[in-house]
């Protein structure tokens, strides 16, 4: 075998290896940054969490004591008309009050003092909802009545 084949041989051994560990370093790079990036995604998405977490909680906390707040309304100092007046009903408004009819079933006011009332209780920053505020115009704007509905159960 002659000198230069040797040698170009050897050239191109040295060349595959040279290629395989300059292959190997750039892959190890690129692979140490991939995995730095993965732990940064990592403790972003950790983090993500933990404010989901905490705002989950705060909410329903608040939803919790809004909720306590609507059914112990009537007991409270800030509560207008007697709690004997006021009917709970939950959605879409909390009450209905009929404000002097405990006056007047027992003898103390006058048919024309009853007032029909709907009242939905809030608390912090809470508003209406879309639906309460049609019941709200709706009432504005007069669109009330009464009716009877009759019943008969066949035998």
Same mark, same amino acid.
């Given at each position: 075998?002659?000198?230069? &084949?040797?040698? /170009? ?6 060349m595959?290896?040279t290629? %395989?560990?300059?292959?190997g ?16 995604? $990592?403790?972003d998405?950790?983090?993500?969490l ?14 919790l004591?809004g ?10 100092? $800030? ?5 004997s =007046? ?5 959605d879409?408004?909390?009450?209905i009050?009929? =404000? ?5 079933r =027992?003898?103390d ?5 009853i007032? &029909?009332?709907?009242? =939905? ?13 049609? %019941?709200?115009?709706? &009432? /504005?704007?007069?669109? &009330?009545?009464?009716?009877?509905i009759? %019943?008969d159960? /066949?035998?």
């Amino acid at each position: 075998m002659s000198v230069w &084949v040797a040698m /170009a041989i050897g050239l191109v051994i040295g060349m595959i290896l040279t290629t %395989i560990m300059l292959n190997g370093t750039r892959n190890g790079r690129i692979k140490a940054e991939y995995e730095q990036y993965i732990a940064e995604l $990592e403790r972003d998405h950790q983090q993500a969490l933990i404010v989901a977490q905490k705002k989950s909680v705060n909410t329903s906390r608040a939803v919790l004591k809004g909720k306590m707040a609507e059914q112990l309304a009537p007991l409270l100092p $800030e509560f207008p008309y007697l709690p004997s =007046d006021a009917k709970f009903m939950g959605d879409p408004v909390d009450y209905i009050v009929f =404000d002097g009819y405990s006056d007047f079933r =027992d003898g103390d006011g006058a048919a024309e003092d009853i007032e &029909v009332v709907l009242i =939905d209780i809030k608390s912090g920053t809470a508003r209406l909802t879309k639906g309460q505020q049609a %019941i709200a115009q709706a &009432v /504005a704007e007069g669109r &009330v009545r009464f009716e009877t509905i009759r %019943i008969d159960f /066949a035998d």
